[in-house]
């Protein structure tokens, strides 16, 4: 018997268009006072693609992901870049209008489930980018990439069917 429903948040709960880079971006090399040059759009997308898809960071640290922004940019910094993008994110990058039937499907799951959502992601962002849809408080539990190796890993997997047998929960991505 089903006793969690794991959701996946990007590109299942919440859709994450190309174009939020467009706008987030800039705004937090503006934010943390950084001259804003349109090269530094594809690079610094780039260093954040990086950092997802590279094995060596198992975990989401923003000191590392900031490294590697500097890097791809050939620049020093202002400030804390990537708490600026997830800050400015959590309004810039949710739909002004969610779906009636996506709120009205997570709401019914949750009168019957225990509803938790797994993320590549920072937890705090991610938690108020649902909360921004109206749908954060439907669940028990944000796991986020910064307190466990990212997944595919098994360890994420685990954390997030918590108490529950493997056969008691399923995952729902897209």
Request: with cysteine; net charge negative.
């Amino acid at each position: 018997m089903i006793k969690r429903i794991i959701f996946d948040i990007d590109n299942t709960l919440i859709d994450w268009k190309d174009e939020y880079d467009e706008i987030i971006i800039p705004k937090a090399y503006e934010k943390i006072g950084m001259d804003y040059e349109k090269v530094m759009l594809e690079q610094t997308k780039n260093a954040i693609n990086l950092y997802e898809l590279d094995l060596t960071y198992t975990r989401y640290k923003e000191e590392e992901m900031n490294k590697l922004i500097e890097k791809e940019i050939g620049k020093k910094l202002t400030g804390n870049f990537i708490r600026t993008y997830m800050e400015i994110s959590i309004t810039e990058s949710v739909p002004k209008i969610i779906e009636k039937e996506k709120i009205e499907t997570v709401q019914y799951l949750s009168e019957k489930y225990e509803l938790v959502a797994l993320t590549n992601w920072f937890t705090w962002s991610q938690e108020e980018r649902l909360k921004q849809i109206g749908i954060g408080k439907y669940f028990k539990q944000i796991y986020g990439a910064e307190d466990f190796d990212k997944k595919p890993s098994k360890e994420s997997y685990e954390i997030a069917i918590g108490n529950n047998k493997k056969e008691e929960c399923i995952i729902i991505r897209r």
